[in-house]
C-alpha cells in the first residue's frame, strides 16, 4: 500500500497537480505581503474616488487649510460605527488622513449613552474641538448629507441631495482654531433683496456673524461693525444716510453695494458711488462678444480679480442676467484708487428705449483709500477704507447659483467678501449635489489600489509561472 502511494506522487497527473498548489500558495503569499505593503501607504494614496460629482474629493482649498493647521483638532464622532452611513465614515476617513494634527475618535451612544448628555449633543453628531483655544464646533450628519426639504413638502419623503462634508470640516476646523471674528450688518428700509440660503450658508462658513441694521432707526453704524451691506435697493437711501455712508468710509469703513432695480432715480446713493469714482450707465447691459448662447443680456463677465479676490477661482465662469453696467470717473479725492475685478468686452452695449450706448462697461469694482487720522503721522496706524460694488443682484441669485452648480458666482462674491477682512480668507466650500449624471454610477465611493491593481497582479504572476513551466518543458 505503501508503494501505491509513493508510486502515485511521482505520476505526471500528480507532479502537475502539486505544482499548481505550489504556485496558489505562492501567490496568495505575494498578495498577503502586496496588502500589508499597502496597509501602510497614506489614506488618500490607497483609496481612489469613483463616486459621482467627486463627493469625496477634497479641494486646494482645503488642503491649504489644514497644511497650515498649527494646532492638534479633534473629532469625536457620537455614533455607531457600523451604521453610520458608508459616505460620511470614507469621506471622514479620507479628510482626516491629510492632517497629523487630526486625530479622530468615535463614540457608540448605545455602548456609552451617558456620553451623549455629557457632551450635550445627539447621537450621529461630530464634535470638533481645539484645546488650545478650548473652542468646539458641533456637526450633525444631517448638515452633511443634507435633504431636499422641497421634495418633503411636495412628495411627503424626502432624500439627500447634496454632500457637505468638505464644507463642514473646513468651516469648523477653521471656526476651533481661529482667534478671529467677523461682524456684518445689512442694511433694511430700502427695499433690499434677502440673501439666498446658499448665500446664508456661506457666510456662516466662513464664521462671519450677520445681523440687520435700519440706519434711519439707529442714525449711525455699530461700532463692531466690520462691512456694512446693501442687497440690491430699491428705493434711494435718505441724505442723512448717504452721509453716514460717507463719513463711515472716510474713517477707514468698509461697504458693500449690490446694485438692484429702484423704482425711481437713486441721487443720494449715486453720489456716494461717484465719489468713489463709480457712475451708473443708464440701462441694461448687452454684450455681443461675452454672452450665454446668444442671449446678450446673459453675460458671462471678464473676470480682472487678482489677489484675494481671484484666491481659488479656475474657470472663471460667471453669469450675470439683465445687469446694470457702471463707468469708472475720476474719484473725489486722489488718495482713492477704484480697480474694476469684473468687465465685459468692448463689444457691449448700455441699453435703454431711446438709445445705445457702446463700450467697455464694468460690472464690479473696488475703491480703497488709505486713511491716517489727523493726530498720528505714524502711517502703521492708517486705515483702508473699501467699498465694493458688484452691478447686479444676478450675481448671487438663486436661481442662477443653485441652477449652474458649475459656476463660481459665489466663489468670487465671497472672495469679495471676505477681502474686506485682514485675517480672513474664504474657505467656504459648497456642497456637492448628489444628483446623479447620465452614465454615471450614483455614490460609487471609494476604491481600494488592491480592488485596481490587485486581480491583475494576481493573473499576471500566474501567467508568468505557467510560461516559466512551459519554458522548462
Wanted: hydrophobic letters at 35%; proline letters at 2%; glycine letters at 6%.
Amino acid at each position: 500500500m505503501l508503494e501505491k502511494i509513493k508510486k502515485s506522487f511521482r505520476s505526471a497527473s500528480s507532479k502537475n497537480g502539486s505544482y499548481s498548489v505550489g504556485m496558489i500558495a505562492l501567490v496568495i503569499c505575494m498578495v498577503i505581503v502586496v496588502n500589508l505593503i499597502a496597509g501602510q501607504l497614506p489614506e488618500n494614496v490607497k483609496s481612489i474616488d469613483i463616486s459621482d460629482n467627486n463627493i469625496y474629493g477634497v479641494s486646494k482649498t482645503s488642503k491649504k487649510a489644514l497644511n497650515k493647521l498649527d494646532k492638534k483638532v479633534t473629532f469625536k464622532i457620537y455614533a455607531e460605527k457600523d451604521s453610520t452611513d458608508t459616505r460620511i465614515k470614507s469621506f471622514i476617513k479620507k479628510y482626516t488622513a491629510l492632517s497629523d494634527k487630526i486625530s479622530v475618535t468615535w463614540i457608540d451612544p448605545v455602548l456609552h449613552p451617558a456620553a451623549l448628555t455629557k457632551a450635550g449633543v445627539e447621537k450621529d453628531t461630530i464634535v470638533i474641538s481645539c484645546k488650545d483655544t478650548g473652542k468646539t464646533k458641533s456637526v450633525s450628519f444631517d448638515d452633511i448629507l443634507v435633504s431636499d426639504s422641497y421634495s418633503y413638502y411636495t412628495t411627503g419623503s424626502s432624500s439627500a441631495s447634496e454632500f457637505d462634508g468638505e464644507g463642514q470640516f473646513t468651516s469648523a476646523i477653521n471656526s476651533v482654531t481661529s482667534e478671529q471674528t467677523e461682524k456684518m450688518y445689512y442694511t433694511t428700509g430700502h427695499g433690499e433683496a434677502a440673501f439666498s440660503d446658499s448665500v446664508t450658508k456661506l457666510f456662516t462658513k466662513n464664521n462671519l456673524t450677520t445681523d440687520e441694521v435700519n440706519l434711519m432707526m439707529t442714525g449711525e453704524i455699530p461700532d463692531d461693525c466690520d462691512l456694512l451691506f446693501m442687497d440690491a435697493p430699491s428705493k434711494d437711501i435718505s441724505d442723512d444716510e448717504k452721509t453716514l455712508l460717507l463719513n463711515y468710509l472716510k474713517k477707514g469703513g468698509k461697504v458693500f453695494i449690490i446694485l438692484g432695480d429702484p423704482e425711481d432715480e437713486t441721487p443720494n446713493l449715486d453720489e456716494v458711488l461717484k465719489e468713489y469714482g463709480m457712475q451708473e450707465a443708464d440701462g441694461y447691459i448687452a454684450d455681443m462678444q461675452r454672452s450665454y448662447q446668444g442671449n446678450y443680456y446673459y453675460i458671462f463677465p471678464e473676470i480682472t480679480a487678482t489677489d484675494d479676490l481671484a484666491n481659488n477661482l479656475e474657470s472663471k465662469m460667471v453669469l450675470m442676467i439683465n445687469a446694470h453696467g457702471l463707468t469708472t470717473t475720476d474719484p473725489a479725492r486722489d488718495t482713492i484708487t477704484t480697480t474694476a475685478f469684473m468687465q465685459t468686452s468692448d463689444n457691449s452695449y448700455a441699453v435703454t428705449e431711446d438709445k445705445q450706448e457702446e463700450g467697455t462697461y464694468t460690472l464690479g469694482a473696488v475703491a480703497t483709500e488709505q486713511i491716517t487720522s489727523d493726530d498720528s503721522s505714524d502711517s502703521s496706524s492708517s486705515q483702508t477704507s473699501r467699498l465694493t460694488v458688484i452691478s447686479s443682484e444676478s450675481m448671487i441669485n438663486s436661481q442662477i447659483t443653485d441652477t449652474y452648480t458649475t459656476l463660481e458666482n459665489l466663489d468670487l462674491f465671497m472672495n469679495a467678501v471676505t477681502a474686506n477682512f485682514d485675517k480672513t480668507k474664504n474657505i467656504a466650500i459648497k456642497a456637492k449635489s448628489l444628483e446623479v449624471s447620465n452614465n454615471t454610477m450614483q455614490h460609487a465611493g471609494i476604491i481600494s489600489i488592491l480592488t485596481i491593481f490587485g486581480i491583475p497582479l494576481v493573473i499576471l504572476i500566474y501567467g508568468f509561472m505557467r510560461w516559466w513551466k512551459r519554458r522548462k518543458v
